[in-house]
């Protein structure tokens, strides 16, 4: 596997709640799925059926159906419950269409809606199992990946996505089902995605400055450690992170939960607990039927 000189260290990416019954072992609709880790700028989420957006801070939950909307200069980036990470680049938007887990056959699935702009996805290795899936659709692509990374910039006028393929193995193929022409790409391949056309391959190198600005606003401080647990493996087990109390008006705040870390991991090092913080959040765990639940701290 090669590595990329933009990324510290390994590469990689996620995942939460409070579920009071659990017949099925596929996550709640009503809990959410994953956290704004890590944030810069503004940051608008609006939730099924609401008008209003929340304004996003680190430690802000995301739900199924929630579309996410970053303004100029502004990125974030989300940790799943389901064992991968995005990072949102400025004037994107995207909706969560679907992240479930059913623990009986271990098959993972996530669909995002990219409707415009940038997004950098960090994919577990469970999602090669199990026919597991993680998939980004365009108006022009469906961009998949099981167990890599990749780039996605998805343009409206003209419409054109644009995939760059990272780590491993992407596959894409058109939006549209009677287009044939799906293809994988490997590190240092792309691929151009037109309406009604199969994808136009090209090859880039981790150096060109057109990818290298792609990443660099895909990539968001203080992100890189949730990356590097997702590589390995850490976000498979038991999970915990605190939420201490911010400021609600500055929502610039480049730092995630002071205390998100996986419990697999011996040693990691993660940004200070606030000192005027007073919030002492249970801990979040697996019953007996591997549904999420919250352990109240003693």
């Known amino acids: 596997m090669r590595m990329i000189p933009l990324l510290k260290s390994k590469l990689i990416t996620f ?29 608008e989420n609006y939730h099924e059926g609401s008008a209003k957006p929340e304004q996003m801070k680190p430690g802000s939950k995301i739900y199924i159906n ?73 108006s022009t692509a469906i961009a998949g990946a099981r167990g890599t990374q990749n780039l996605i910039d998805s343009q409206q006028q003209p419409d054109k996505t644009t995939v760059y393929g990272i780590e491993d193995t992407t596959f894409v193929r058109n939006s549209d089902d009677t287009v044939g022409g799906e293809t994988d790409l490997g590190p240092n391949k792309g691929a151009n995605v037109l309406p009604g056309q199969p994808p136009e391959l090209f090859d880039f190198e981790f150096t060109d400055p057109a990818f290298t600005e792609l990443m660099n606003s895909t990539t968001q401080q203080g992100g890189e450690d949730a990356e590097n647990d997702l590589s390995m493996g850490a976000l498979e087990d038991e999970q915990k992170f605190e939420e201490p109390e ?20 011996e040693e990691r090092e993660t940004p200070p607990v606030q000192e005027e913080s007073e919030t002492q959040p249970g801990k979040l765990g697996f019953d007996e039927n591997g549904c999420i639940e919250e352990i109240s701290s003693p």
């Not at 995942?15 to 940051?43: E, H, Q, R, W």
């Not at 974030?76 to 679907?98: H, K, M």
């Not at 609600?248 to 939960?257: A, F, K, L």
């Open 66 to 138: 929630d579309r996410l909307i970053t303004m100029k200069n502004s990125k974030a980036q989300i940790i799943f419950r389901n064992d991968s990470a995005i990072t949102l680049g400025p004037e994107s938007e995207l909706i969560i269409t679907n992240d479930s887990f059913d623990k009986s056959s271990g098959k993972r699935e996530t669909v995002l809606s990219l409707v415009k702009g940038k997004v950098r996805s960090v994919i577990g290795k469970s999602y090669s199992q199990n026919g597991s899936k993680f998939e980004v659709h365009t």
């Open 15 to 43: 995942g939460f709640i409070v579920l009071t019954a659990c017949p099925i072992n596929l996550y709640a609709k009503d809990k959410n799925v994953g956290i704004i880790n890590t944030m810069s700028g503004f940051v």
């Open 246 to 265: 911010k400021d609600e008006s500055d929502v610039s705040q480049t730092q995630g939960p002071s205390d998100f870390q996986m419990e697999k991991i």
